[in-house]
Structure formats: C-alpha cells, structure tokens
C-alpha cells in the first residue's frame, strides 16, 4: 500500500471533473469523477456555473481520497486542466458576475467575423484565414457589445484556469498555454498586442487580464487553509500552473518534440504537433510560442463537435437503447457501438453537418 507521497492531478472537462492520484513516479492509484451541468440557455449558447464546477471537484477529491485510503497530509501538491476558451468575467473581489461561456458557445460569430476583417497581422496565429467564435477575444466582445453592464464590472477577465487558480490560491495568474492558444499572445514578441485589442475594440481589455504569465508546470501559488480544509487537503503545498486540457494532454502523450502528432478526442477532437522553428500558413492554427514548452511552438488542428454531437444523438434519439442498456448493466455507448457493427461502412450515405 502506498502511503505517500503523493500528488493530485485534476482534469476538468465539458461534462465533469476528474480527480487522480499519483505516486512520485506517475503511477496512477485511483480516480474519481463528479458530473456538473451545461446550460444552453439559447441556440448555439453554451454556459457554466462555476460554483457547480468547485462542487464537484470537492465531491471528486474527497471521493479520490476515500478510495485511495490515503489521508489529506499525502497530497503534497496538484495541478489541473481545463476546458479552454471558457471565459469567466469576475468583479474586484474575483467572484464571477454571470455564468461561464464555454468553449463550445459560438454566439460571438459576429464578433469573430469582425475580428476577422480587421486583417490584423496578430491574425496569423489563426491561419490567416475565419477567427474561431470560441476565442478569449470574441467572447469578451461579445459581453462588452451585449452586456455592458457586465463588462463595466469586469475588473478581471480570464478563463476558467486563471478562475481555478485564484480560487485555489488566492493568487491571479495567467497560463502561457492558453494565452498563446486561444488569446493572440506572442512573449517573444513582447507578450499582448495593443494594437490588435485596440484594432478590434477591446483596448481597455488587457489591463483586466493576469499580469503574470507562467509556464505550465510552475508554483502559482500556495493552498488556501480554508480550501484545504474543504478540500481535505493539507494546507501550504504548491499548487501547479496549469493548462487547456487537450494540450496538457499532449505530455501524457509523451508529444514533446517535433516529429510526432497529438490525437486527442472527446467532446472536440484535436491534431496537435511540435516544432523547433515557427510558422504561420493558411490552414493552420499557430504556431503558438512556448504554449506547452518553453522553446518550442505548438501547430493545431482539429474539429470544434465530435463527441458532443455523439452525446446529443443519444440524449435525444436512443431513449430505448439507453434503458435496454441500463438493464443489461453496460454504458449506453457499448450498446450503440454493438449496433452499429450492423451498419455497412458509409452510415448508408447519411452526412452530418
């Protein structure tokens, strides 16, 4: 039996959050997961409550711990993923002023065809080509054009890592993977591009933003007593800076170096590589400076809905197979997937857009 050392590795997802415990030299002891609800209160709208994601992580933490027979003073320190291009507005006192606009939102598709036009030479870092309603910079525009209220009292603006940190900390952090991802930032290129906010109309929106911009991996701060005390935690230990979820994937890959690919799948599905030399192309996203190693630049691929449209053909139209599969005490999916063997390859020429 392990005793400890030991450390906490925390996935937040688009579904749920995901809590594993690690010895020292990465072996995994056990896991635990708690749901959390996604709201789509109009068309194409995609939000969060961030008090429901803290809930579940104590639930899944505190779950973790139960099962690995470990005590709290085990854990000498955590780091965590997230969803990316979850934008969360917070007033001075970091409490969130509306619910999460998630990655998968795309109500700033007007915004993003703005930006687009704008013809801004930051807009290499999207291929030159149509800016992705998910992006940091869409969103906030999106909440200054239509909630201006909101936006008033935003005195911080970051995403849903940057809220986890401080939340955790008590420090405000920015993470340099999702900055270089997902908010056209360059630090060899002197970090944020005030023309490009101004250009766009969001010159008064950097000064809301983190002011310190740390590698993945590195101390942002120590663990609040209070929170270590919900947590079940030992209060003091370091807490990691962390990351989007499919591109902190890419270390689990061990896709460190040029020459390999990244495949990550889930509610998105993602084509992530390295390489030593930067470039920007159509067709391309990035390539983006020191976003999961410092000296090296990421490229990006990849598809905005594959499990999530997976999820919504079985939430709406499998009503049957789901109850014949609780029954027969198998995932609905497994069920799903035996019936599909009986389709011929082409899904008999239906296409889904």
Request: charged fraction near 20%.
């Amino acid at each position: 039996m392990t005793h400890g050392p030991c450390v906490l590795g925390v996935d937040f997802g688009t579904e749920s959050v995901r809590v594993g415990i690690f010895d020292l030299s990465g072996r995994p002891l056990t896991f635990a997961s708690e749901p959390y609800p996604l709201y789509h209160p109009h068309p194409g709208w995609a939000e969060q409550k961030p008090d429901e994601w803290w809930q579940a992580f104590v639930v899944a933490t505190r779950r973790a711990l139960a099962q690995s027979n470990l005590s709290g003073d085990a854990i000498v320190g955590l780091g965590a993923d997230c969803t990316s291009c979850t934008v969360v507005m917070m007033d001075e006192t970091f409490t969130p002023l509306r619910p999460a606009i998630i990655w998968m939102d795309v109500r700033a598709a007007e915004q993003a065809q703005r930006i687009a036009r704008s013809g801004h030479p930051m807009l290499r870092y999207n291929g030159f080509g149509n800016v992705s309603a998910e992006w940091m910079p869409c969103k906030a525009l999106w909440v200054k054009e239509n909630e201006p209220d909101v936006y008033r009292r935003a005195a911080h603006v970051g995403e849903f890592i940057d809220w986890l940190t401080h939340r955790l900390t008590g420090q405000w952090t920015g993470s340099i993977n999702n900055v270089s991802i997902r908010w056209y930032y360059d630090r060899r290129e002197g970090g944020w591009s005030p023309s490009f906010y101004q250009n766009i109309g969001l010159g008064d929106l950097i000064e809301r933003f983190p002011e310190r911009i740390l590698d993945m991996g590195q101390v942002a701060g120590e663990l609040r007593p209070e929170v270590a005390a919900e947590l079940g935690l030992k209060p003091g230990i370091p807490v990691a800076e962390g990351g989007a979820d499919a591109f902190v994937a890419m270390l689990g890959l061990n896709v460190v170096s040029p020459g390999k690919m990244a495949f990550i799948t889930g509610s998105s599905h993602l084509m992530l590589g390295q390489t030593d030399q930067p470039f920007h192309t159509q067709g391309i996203f990035g390539a983006y400076t020191d976003a999961v190693l410092p000296g090296q630049y990421t490229v990006e691929g990849g598809q905005v809905s594959t499990g999530s449209v997976v999820k919504w053909f079985k939430d709406h139209f499998c009503a049957a197979e789901a109850a014949l599969a609780q029954q027969r005490g198998v995932d609905a999916y497994t069920l799903l997937n035996e019936m599909a063997t009986a389709v011929p390859p082409g899904s008999e020429g239906l296409i889904v857009l």
